[in-house]
């Protein structure tokens, strides 16, 4: 037989007349304060793991954030730098921060050749953005002639090939100014230059080769190259500016411009 006890009832024993013993009976007990039972199943599957130790804790997809990332991203700059050097010497200061600035850097031995001013105007119309290009050279007529030469090509390739290229040639060093305040040492002009006469009376100097800077004080040279670079990299720009900007170790230093026309 299949007994049923239905929950608040309560089982008792019913007592005979005649005093004997019988089988329990159901009696209702609704009346009497209900009890609460309490089952814990544990349904546990046992498995097999390895621990090295750390515990890691991952979160609920509701409490996850998404953060975006940007992988194998490096930003330009604002300018195309080139760096022009008159001597192969003056690789051991240009080269490091040709690299930190992310400048092409020319060591020709003497005047730049039309070929090379070509590339490097080809270059910049390709990359889109200004080119400024730092020049290094001695303290002479033909070092001073150098930039001017050097912005006169670029204008002539610019007007015959690449009208979209803008560009600035900002001559670095060696000025008379740094000649005179680092007393630098200087050595008469050649006979054969024919425009000593002219150079004396402009400057009132003699000549005076940028090895004398890069070998008697290489970190004053390297100040005034990276301080160069200061007011572009600060100065973002779609287009070259002439406005002038301290150049080398004084705000006074001589700076020409050479910027291209629309």
């Known amino acids: 037989m299949t007994m049923r006890i239905e929950p608040g009832s309560s089982i008792q024993r019913a007592q005979p007349h005649d005093g004997s013993a019988t089988s329990p009976s159901i009696a209702s007990s609704t009346t009497a304060t209900p009890h609460r039972l309490f089952i814990a199943r544990l349904c546990l599957r046992p498995r097999a793991l ?3 130790g750390v515990d890691v804790a991952i979160p609920d997809v509701a409490d996850l954030e998404p953060t975006p990332i940007a992988q194998g991203f490096e930003p330009r700059q604002a300018y195309a730098f080139a760096l022009f050097g008159e001597k192969a010497s003056l690789e051991d200061v240009l080269l490091p921060i040709a690299r930190a600035r992310q400048a092409d850097l020319y060591l020709p031995t003497g005047e730049i050749s039309d070929t090379l001013i070509f590339k490097i105007a080809k270059d910049a ?11 290094v050279a001695d303290c002479d007529p033909a070092g001073h002639q150098m930039a001017v030469s050097i912005g006169r090509k670029l204008q002539a390739f610019h007007d015959l090939f690449f009208p979209k290229l803008h560009f600035e040639v900002v001559p670095v060093a060696l000025t008379v100014e740094q000649v005179r305040e680092l007393g630098l040492p200087s050595s008469p002009l050649k006979e054969t230059e024919r425009r000593a006469d002219r150079w004396r009376q402009a400057f009132g100097v ?3 080769e940028i090895d004398a800077l890069a070998t008697l004080q290489p970190a004053v040279l390297r100040e005034i190259v990276e301080h160069a670079f200061d007011p572009y990299l600060m100065r973002p720009s779609k287009t070259a500016s002439t406005k002038r900007v301290p150049i080398g170790r004084s705000e006074r230093r001589q700076r020409l411009t050479t910027r291209s026309t629309p």
């Open 125 to 135: 119309a390709a990359d889109g953005r200004p080119l400024v290009m730092f020049t």
């Open 206 to 208: 003699e000549q005076t």
């Open 50 to 52: 390895v621990s090295v």
